[in-house]
């Protein structure tokens, strides 16, 4: 097949998927494609087009998962219907994770993402929102409109026996924090973090903006 920017863009979500988005070079790109490193340069023209092309071709499939929704998004049924487009935008990203390290490094806005967050709005003025809140709304949200949410901080690196005595050693100096992660953190294999139950802790998060959101609007 010969080469095209769709191709080659496919192949960099492959490799990515395959060893992460450092293992993605242009001389690995090229020998997952079966060609030469110069030839790339025809498509793209050096690996920060990648990244942004890659972000693009990553909501692009969040949108296509994401339109074929069909809930009522009237009144209150925004909530149900916005929770549910978020939610399924994260389970695209939980079958690329390192998609979400890519969105907060490109300084170009990606063509699918604004068709995302358009749609998302739409939502919310279904719901009643006016202009406004919508705005104070997307600030609320972050990045968990996308799925995805900067963690505080990963303990997941001290994990194990040597953290949990690395922690010990703290208690003195941080009382309360370590008391916490000594109480909640567990081993979590399925987990994106490793430590605790990411996936509840995403929905947390979201229900508790979700349901501010709802009451202002009611209010509004």
Known sequence: MPLSRERVLRAAVDVADQGGIESLTMRRLAEELGAEAMSLYYHVANKEEVLDGIADVIATEIND???????????????????????????VLLRHPWAPGVFDTRTNLSPAVVQYIDALVGLMRDGGFSNDLAHHALHALGSRALGFTHELFDPSDGAGDEGG????????????????????????????????????????????????????????
């Open 65 to 91: 998962v994401v339109d074929q929704i069909d809930a009522p998004s009237k009144g209150p049924d925004w909530k149900k219907a916005v929770r549910q487009r978020i939610l399924s935008a994260r389970e």
């Open 165 to 220: 005595a690395a922690m010990l050693e703290m208690a003195d100096r941080l009382p309360h924090l370590v008391g916490m992660m000594m109480e909640v953190a567990h081993d979590d294999p399925d987990s994106t973090l490793g430590w605790c139950d990411d996936q509840f802790e995403f929905e947390f998060g979201l229900d508790l903006i979700l349901d501010g959101l709802d009451r202002i609007r009611e209010t509004a």
